[in-house]
């Protein structure tokens, strides 16, 4: 089968293969040097002491997945448990703690980031937002167990004398995604909003609520931190690469505002849909809506930045996941903010969609 080990699935209906020539290549700046260390991919793990107090620390491995820890003098603080780190994920502590793990935060409900949690066995108690416990109730997966203690707003976690302030703020790349604060650090953790260095992963990483995703970049920016867990990708952020990802999701939505208006009138519309004929019309509504999203990556990808630089130059992954950055941002603007206004009796204009 074709795509079994790496190479690509063609189908005519389906997307087109991306190749290394027509993509630039991830920014020097994105690549720190234990990307070339043959030792990181066989021993399975990285970690760094962050922030002030030297308690806190970052870990991540080859799949790209991060998670963190705080060894408080009475226990390890575990904050997620990918399963691509797994294992490795306790190796990385046993190699600065002989201290047993007595607590473990899950960020928010995903396998992806959590789903080895069931490795620090049944003693260990877990923490998480009240959504959490409600969807790993409602979808229980033995890999993730229940949470043993849920909040709604603000809790603050207190493990020999060492303070993790824990916040929810509402549904962003999920609902019940919090913020792990640890203020004697500075350390923040919120995880799959900002890949430092990133454009992120597809469709913003797969958020369900846009609107909360970009008042996250925000939020974090509202904390005194001098460093992000991000949760991806091999790489622990700075302010600054908070405030540049930021810059560019901005660049998106004033792109999306801008071919909504453009390209949803019910002039527009009659080209892509009736246009077509009514029996071809999801053809038609496939033009419009990637339309759309062409107009916005080509607009974003080519914008001379608040630097000088083009996105490609100062973010990786540009090139390749812009377009399904546009899609997103595109139709959740259509359908999560404000719009043109609303169809008047008797017409299909002028607003018919927007
Ligand atoms: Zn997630």
């Given at each position: 089968?074709?795509?079994?080990?790496?190479?690509?699935?063609?189908?005519?209906?389906?997307?087109?293969?991306?190749?290394?020539?027509?993509?630039?290549?991830?920014?020097?700046?994105?690549?720190?040097?234990?990307?070339?260390?043959?030792?990181?991919?066989?021993?399975?793990?990285?970690?760094?002491?962050?922030?002030?107090?030297?308690?806190?620390?970052?870990?991540?491995?080859?799949?790209?997945?991060?998670?963190?820890?705080?060894?408080?003098?009475?226990?390890?603080?575990?904050?997620?448990?990918?399963?691509?780190?797994?294992?490795?994920?306790?190796?990385?502590?046993?190699?600065?703690t002989d201290e047993p793990v007595t607590h473990l935060i899950y960020s928010h409900w995903h396998s992806d980031h959590i789903g080895s949690a069931s490795q620090f066995g049944p003693d260990v108690k877990i923490i998480a937002h009240d959504i959490t416990r409600?969807?790993?109730?409602?979808?229980?997966?033995?890999?993730?167990?229940?949470?043993?203690?849920?909040?709604?707003?603000?809790?603050?976690?207190?493990?020999?004398?060492?303070?993790?302030?824990?916040?929810?703020?509402?549904?962003?790349?999920?609902?019940?995604?919090?913020?792990?604060?640890?203020?004697?650090?500075?350390?923040?953790?919120?995880?799959?909003?900002?890949?430092?260095?990133?454009?992120?992963?597809?469709?913003?990483?797969?958020?369900?609520?846009?609107?909360?995703?970009?008042?996250?970049?925000?939020?974090?920016?509202?904390?005194?931190?001098?460093?992000?867990?991000?949760?991806?990708?091999?790489?622990?952020?700075?302010?600054?690469?908070?405030?540049?990802?930021?810059?560019?999701?901005?660049?998106?939505?004033?792109?999306?505002?801008?071919?909504?208006?453009?390209?949803?009138?019910?002039?527009?519309?009659?080209?892509?849909?009736?246009?077509?004929?009514?029996?071809?019309?999801?053809?038609?509504?496939?033009?419009?809506?990637?339309?759309?999203?062409?107009?916005?990556?080509?607009?974003?990808?080519?914008?001379?930045?608040?630097?000088?630089?083009?996105?490609?130059?100062?973010?990786?992954?540009?090139?390749?996941?812009?377009?399904?950055?546009?899609?997103?941002?595109?139709?959740?603007?259509?359908?999560?903010?404000?719009?043109?206004?609303?169809?008047?009796?008797?017409?299909?204009?002028?607003?018919?969609?927007?």
């Open positions: 089968m074709a795509g079994k080990y790496g190479d690509f699935y063609p189908s005519k209906w389906g997307f087109p293969k991306a190749v290394r020539e027509g993509n630039m290549p991830s920014p020097k700046q994105f690549m720190p040097d234990y990307l070339d260390d043959p030792s990181f991919y066989e021993r399975g793990w990285h970690t760094e002491n962050l922030g002030d107090g030297g308690n806190f620390y970052w870990v991540t491995g080859p799949a790209g997945y991060d998670a963190g820890f705080v060894v408080t003098g009475s226990g390890v603080v575990v904050i997620d448990a990918p399963p691509t780190l797994g294992e490795n994920l306790q190796s990385a502590i046993r190699s600065v409600e969807l790993l109730t409602r979808f229980p997966d033995k890999y993730r167990p229940v949470p043993t203690e849920t909040f709604t707003t603000d809790e603050t976690l207190d493990v020999g004398g060492t303070r993790l302030e824990l916040s929810y703020k509402g549904a962003d790349h999920c609902p019940g995604n919090i913020y792990i604060y640890g203020p004697a650090q500075k350390v923040l953790t919120k995880i799959d909003i900002v890949s430092p260095g990133s454009v992120t992963f597809a469709h913003a990483d797969v958020s369900e609520n846009i609107s909360g995703f970009y008042q996250a970049h925000d939020d974090i920016l509202s904390y005194d931190f001098k460093a992000l867990i991000g949760g991806h990708i091999s790489r622990w952020g700075t302010r600054q690469d908070v405030e540049i990802v930021r810059e560019y999701w901005h660049d998106l939505l004033a792109f999306s505002q801008e071919a909504l208006r453009e390209m949803s009138s019910s002039e527009a519309l009659q080209g892509f849909i009736v246009g077509l004929g009514r029996e071809n019309q999801l053809v038609g509504a496939e033009n419009w809506i990637n339309s759309i999203a062409n107009y916005v990556t080509e607009k974003t990808l080519t914008k001379t930045t608040s630097n000088g630089q083009t996105w490609p130059e100062r973010l990786a992954g540009a090139t390749v996941f812009t377009k399904y950055h546009a899609w997103t941002v595109a139709e959740t603007t259509r359908t999560e903010r404000t719009h043109l206004g609303y169809q008047t009796e008797g017409n299909g204009g002028p607003f018919y969609i927007a």
